[in-house]
């Protein structure tokens, strides 16, 4: 519950998508059922960003022999990848609907 | 989170199950796209962004950041096609 509510809130639009349209159906079992699908993947989706995160900024903040911790790095190298994250989903997304414009995919 | 037991996953009626086969196709593909940026991302940051002292982009990373994942795709596309040719 606590990943997915961090990813959650600093989830790009698709991700509120799905959580919304878990919403929209009349069964309660089939809405329990795809509220249930959409957290896991809420929370794979975080477990997967806190491993690429934590595998990128230990590797551009801390040095062997790793005596030291380097916590205002961590911080800056964090807020930065979650921006990167922001501009190629940005990019990707463009470039996926231009494609799909033309015709291509 | 109350859990789903089996009795209440058989007692849905086939509209339900469609309705559920049409949203795990969505959410399929909407994972895809999610698992691609986490590697774009992954790829693009190692190679784009040098210092972390600071947690904005330059417009210099961001430029750099946005041409990465295009090349990629350039790439993804053109080897695609050479392994087609060569069949």
Same mark, same amino acid.
């Given at each position: 519950m606590g990943l997915s509510s961090i990813f959650g809130g600093g989830a790009p639009s698709q991700q509120k998508e799905a959580t919304t349209s878990?919403? #929209? #159906? =009349?069964n309660p079992i089939a809405n329990e059922l795809k509220n249930q699908i959409a957290q896991e993947l809420a929370v794979a989706n975080a477990t997967e960003l806190v491993n690429k995160i934590s595998e990128n900024c230990f590797e551009k903040c801390l040095t062997s022999?790793? =005596? =030291?911790?380097?916590d205002p790095c961590i911080d800056q190298c964090l807020a930065k990848y979650m921006r990167s994250w922001n501009v190629i989903s940005k990019a990707y997304i463009s470039r996926i609907q231009n494609a799909s414009a033309s015709g291509e995919i | 989170m109350s859990s789903l037991s089996t009795s209440d996953l058989a007692s849905l009626d086939d509209t339900s199950k469609k309705e559920i086969a049409t949203f795990l196709e969505g959410e399929n593909s909407k994972q895809k796209v999610q698992m691609s940026i986490h590697q774009f991302t992954n790829i693009c940051f190692k190679k784009c $962004?040098?210092? $972390? +002292? +600071?947690?904005d982009l330059s417009s210099q990373e961001e430029h750099c950041l946005s041409n990465c994942v295009n090349r990629f795709l350039d790439t993804n596309i053109r080897i695609v096609n050479g392994l087609q040719n060569s069949r």
């Open positions: 878990a919403k #929209t #159906t =009349s022999p790793y =005596s =030291s911790r380097n | $962004v040098d210092s $972390v +002292n +600071n947690p």
